[in-house]
């Protein structure tokens, strides 16, 4: 199998993925997933509309008052920063509920809705897929999904979405790297078909969960008008989505974004019922201190921020749960990792990495820059999930696993050789190592304690390590171009089919990665392992057995190399909630096996359907 060379779209949404698992307007990476920065917008007041009556239309136009009961209406945060400006899913940054990469079932629905609890894709749009031979997916439509104009959603529509992806340069036209056509082949079945020479059942699966579906009666009428110009398309505001979700925009301004239950909603037939809350409303607040302080207050229910030391809110008596009842609290979904540049002297030899990586004290890490959020570190490719233990041999790769132990990296040291100087640093084979600079973003408050953290344990190992924080642009040319010793980033971040494979692929794959001093949009490190190019490679083209095989021997690759070291796990969201007005959110051990997607993304939505208000 070939792999093509990543689209510049393709790279610049691994950036962009980047930047949202690790900013926000709190300077707490990872705390937002629709960060608009720069606003100075004041904290919206869901107080006052506690207990008002519904005085706005239900059309589903940004219409009304904007008040609402509040024993009718979800109040979430942490999604929206500043006034929504949009709500066009291509125009680069819509305002929330539209979204692009966490599989978002408000307004717009995708396909298949993934579960990050067992990684699976559960029915939404579609009911069914199947590969029949191997290039060709086939997907069974829900004969009654309709959009929230009455338009029945069929085929056609899918057609439509796959192909904005091939006409325009927007969030999914990567997938076309891989897919040669979609067709509508009747009015509730399609086939997308794989390229002969660049197959991957992986990213197409991933495809099917992600994409959310746009109505072609609305969108060829938006294209038509902007005379097929992507920059006249994407300055349109659609106001008004047309979705085929349970939801509809009901009223906005510069403090809130509130939503309108569609009670003509299809899915009544899919999940035998309509959801509980009739409006959800997401207030602006104006900083991560405001939003906490409205959450513990009972003022918001569910909270996609970065709490610290949550569990002083329910200390203090508040009705407040995380998924996990005890430490870490919150369920990872990506691992935020350093990289090691390994063509500079030293950092080019991999006991000394590997002596580095030994050396890194994880628990203060997660004390002191995760607080507590992340879980004791297994190094491994893979997550330490179901949805992905599933994929790799835990015995065979546990022997390589490098835990804290400074005086085991310190004879690691010893035995090739690196002896050290009068001033305490080590020198190999004429080199000194160090001082080495290690970078992320100024502002990044737990990465710039983490990495200071990473300094220390370096001394204690004779290794001169020093922090670097330039702004975030500074960081971006570094990270891509290969000007630094060791840096900071977040490798292929989210649960998605295509994980681990994009994530293991973005650490390890040199094909078509520049020289240093270019720009490369993965491997940042240059590493190169021509067995590792192979078993990437094959990883897509094979069964789930024979992958466990694959990538069992890539993670032990990677074990022994250490082109990166992965400090801290971190959730995909924050999901907690507060239970003084609405209750029976889903938790670790309830049965319900709905996963902790804040109620709204992926099979999370599902929360909407068991919750009730008092």
């Known amino acids: 199998m070939r792999l093509k060379k990543a689209s510049i779209l393709f790279v610049c949404l ?24 720069g606003s100075t917008s004041s904290s919206g007041g869901s107080s006052s509309d506690s207990g008002s009556s519904d005085s706005g239309g239900s059309s ?43 599989s ?34 086939k997907i069974e439509l829900h004969p009654e999904a309709k959009w929230n104009d009455g338009t029945p959603f069929t085929s056609e529509d899918v057609v439509y979405t796959y192909k904005l992806g091939q006409r325009y340069e927007i969030n999914w036209t990567s997938y076309w790297d891989y897919i040669q056509d979609v067709v509508a082949e009747d009015a509730h079945t399609v086939t997308i078909k794989m390229k002969p ?72 037939v899919l999940f035998g019922k309509l959801p509980a809350p009739k409006y959800i409303t997401h ?66 030899n991999p006991d000394v990495r590997r002596a580095i990586a030994m050396a890194i004290d994880y628990a203060k890490i997660a004390e002191l820059a995760m607080s507590g959020y992340s879980a004791p570190m297994k190094p491994s490719l893979l997550l330490d999930t179901p949805a992905e233990n599933k994929f790799i041999d835990q015995d065979a790769i ?32 004429g080199v000194r190592l160090g001082p080495y600079e290690i970078e992320c973003p100024y502002g990044w408050s737990d990465w710039n304690a983490a990495l200071e953290i990473v300094a220390q344990s370096a001394k204690a190992i004779g290794i001169e390590i020093r922090t670097k924080f330039p702004e975030a642009p500074v960081w971006t040319n570094d990270l891509q171009t290969g000007k630094f010793d060791i840096i900071m980033n977040t490798p292929a971040g989210n649960v998605t089919p295509a994980n681990p494979w994009s994530r293991a692929r973005t650490i390890m794959y040199s094909k078509g990665v520049a020289p240093i001093g270019e720009m490369a949009f993965w491997n ?34 990677w074990l022994k190399d250490v082109p990166s070291v992965p400090l801290m796990y971190r959730p995909w969201v924050f999901y907690t909630v507060n239970e003084s007005v ?33």
């Not at 691994?14 to 920065?37: D, H, R, Y």
């Not at 509040?70 to 929330?96: D, V």
């Not at 009901?250 to 509130?258: A, E, P, R, S, V």
């Open 14 to 37: 691994v950036m962009i993925f980047s930047l949202l698992a690790a900013c926000s307007k709190s300077s707490s990476p990872g705390s937002t997933q629709n960060t608009q920065t």
């Open 60 to 102: 589903g136009g940004a219409s009304g008052s904007g008040e609402t009961p509040r024993n009718e209406t979800l109040y979430i945060n942490g999604l929206q920063w500043g006034a929504p400006t949009n709500f066009n899913l291509l125009s680069g940054n819509p305002a929330f509920p539209i979204n692009y990469g966490n």
């Open 104 to 137: 978002r079932e408000l307004v717009y629905e995708t396909l298949f809705m993934i579960n990050m609890l067992d990684g699976n894709l559960e029915p939404l749009l579609g009911t069914s897929y199947n590969w029949v031979d191997d290039l060709t997916l």
């Open 197 to 268: 020479d660049n197959p991957n059942r992986l990213v197409v699966l991933e495809s099917i969960e992600l994409i959310p579906m746009l109505p072609k009666h609305i969108w060829e009428a938006i294209e038509e008008k902007a005379g097929y110009d992507l920059a006249a398309i994407r300055r349109e505001p659609n106001d008004n989505p047309v979705g085929t979700g349970p939801y509809k925009l009901y009223f906005y301004n510069d403090q809130k974004i509130t939503l309108i239950r569609d009670d003509n909603y299809w899915g009544q």
């Open 283 to 348: 207030n602006i607040y104006k900083d991560n201190a405001a939003g906490d302080l409205a959450f513990k207050n009972g003022e918001v229910d569910v909270s996609q921020q970065f709490i610290p030391q949550v569990w002083k809110m329910w200390e203090d008596g508040a009705p407040i749960k995380t998924y996990l009842s005890e430490a870490p609290y919150y369920l990872p979904g990506s691992m935020p990792s350093i990289f090691f540049n390994t063509t500079v002297p030293g950092l080019d």
């Open 398 to 429: 546990k022997p390589l696993q490098w835990t804290t132990d400074v005086d085991a990296a310190n004879k690691l040291l010893d035995s090739i050789g690196a002896e050290r100087g009068k001033d305490g640093i080590r020198v190999l084979n």
């Open 524 to 557: 940042w490190g240059r590493y190169k392992n021509e067995r590792a190019d192979e078993i990437i490679e094959k990883i897509p083209t094979v069964s789930d057995a024979e992958a466990k095989a694959l990538y069992t021997e890539l993670t032990q690759i």
């Open 582 to 614: 609405w209750k029976g959110f889903p938790v670790d051990g309830d049965g319900s096996n709905i996963p902790p997607q804040i109620a709204m993304d992926g099979a999370g939505v599902k929360a909407l359907y068991q919750i009730s208000s008092q």
